[in-house]
């Protein structure tokens, strides 16, 4: 279950109006085809609104307002800005404006002045064991899914006798560290093992990936050249495989070297926010579904080619993998993703490469076509960070 913010309508408006909300709103009303898409994509063809806690675009602003200005809550809902956009994501004008370049820069400037404040002690202000906190019995019950028999203090960096467990903020909460121990690299001594760079749910394994493809489509499709943001390295994975997963909002955000190698690139890359695959849209939406259902889970492809992600090009010292790509996309919110290593760097397989900052995230790991691997999870399994994701076979003939 992937819970966030929950959403009071009775008491954002008391709340002062941020700047950079000030400034987002003056945009879109001063662009006449934004200005009407923002319209459009709260109601239907009969100008009712899809989801009564969000009529139109002013209630938008004012719930994403006051949530800029709060710590995230755990609470057993599924909630989050997606909560508030969902249905306006899954319009044909929704797509077209949260696609729209210049819109996206000024996402980033809120979403950049939230990550400020989830540095903040204040911040920390939900690290309790109360009602929505995160310390709280059904919190620890979803953060330990994945670690069966074991407490939150043995699995993470962490202090339970500490005021919010030790943590300084939301912000290192989120962006925990694993106890020495705990997810160890599997078959460390095996240079053919290729690991999991991160805690997550296998979504997807493409073969013969083309170097432009229709990736806007029903299918799972992945386009190299988009995805790779026109990287000179593009033509070393035409036909090669990719590998996608999703990251839940309550596991761990770190990401680990797939295999040792050196740093040969870091490309970060601007990108959307909330644009939801146009394959996808005018999908049946339940609120009480389970996220993997809803139309922004099977959008998870898409996302690679258009959201703001980290490319980062590793030289593998194994030369039957050689160079292999991974990718680290937000989904929405702040998404950011932030290297911890420098080009040049070399890197064993299972050392970190980097983190995300709160939002939802997906990661994605591009390998050559000469790389010819055989994965040992499937589609929906649940993968474990610097476990064995697949192991290098001889060169394909």
Known sequence: ????????????????????IEELKKFIKSDT???????????????????PHVPNYETMFEIINKWLQESPTYLEI?????????HAMNTHAGFSAFLNKELNR???????????????????????AGKGGWFSKPALAALMEYFPGLIFEEVFVSDPTAEHYGFTCWDSFFARHLRPGIRPVDAPENPNIISAACESQCYNIAT????????????????LRDMLAH???????????????????????????????????????????????????????????PFDTRPIFNSLPFFAMVNARLLMFIE????????????????????????????????????????FHFGGSTDVLVLRPETNVQFLIKPGDAVKV????????????
């Open 33 to 51: 085809e934004l200005y009407m898409m923002f319209n459009q994509m709260f109601t239907d063809d009969n100008g009712l609104p899809l989801a």
């Open 208 to 223: 013969n990936v083309q170097e432009r493809d229709s990736f806007w489509l029903k299918g799972q499709s992945y386009s």
């Open 316 to 355: 593998a010292d194994n030369p039957r993998i050689g160079l292999y790509c991974f990718i680290a996309i937000g989904m929405q919110e702040i998404s950011t993703a932030e290297p911890t290593v420098k080009e040049g760097q070399h890197v064993e397989r299972g050392e970190e490469l980097g983190t």
């Open 1 to 20: 279950m992937d819970v966030v913010a929950v959403v009071h309508p009775t008491d954002y408006a008391s709340f002062p109006i941020l700047p950079e």
């Open 386 to 397: 610097r476990g064995a994701l697949g192991k290098v076979l001889c060169a394909a003939s």
């Open 106 to 128: 000024y996402f980033k400037r809120l979403f950049d002045r939230w990550g400020v404040y989830l540095t903040t002690p204040a911040s920390a202000n939900v690290l309790n």
């Open 231 to 289: 990287s000179a390295y593009v033509p070393q994975f035409v036909g090669g495989t990719v590998y996608q997963g999703y990251l839940r909002v309550t596991g761990y955000h770190r990401w680990h070297a797939p295999a040792a190698g050196v740093i040969e690139k870091i490309v970060p890359v601007p990108g959307a926010y909330f644009c939801q695959s146009p394959a996808m849209l005018d999908s049946p939406i339940s609120m009480e579904a």
């Open 78 to 86: 599924d909630n989050s800005p997606t909560l508030i956009l969902t």
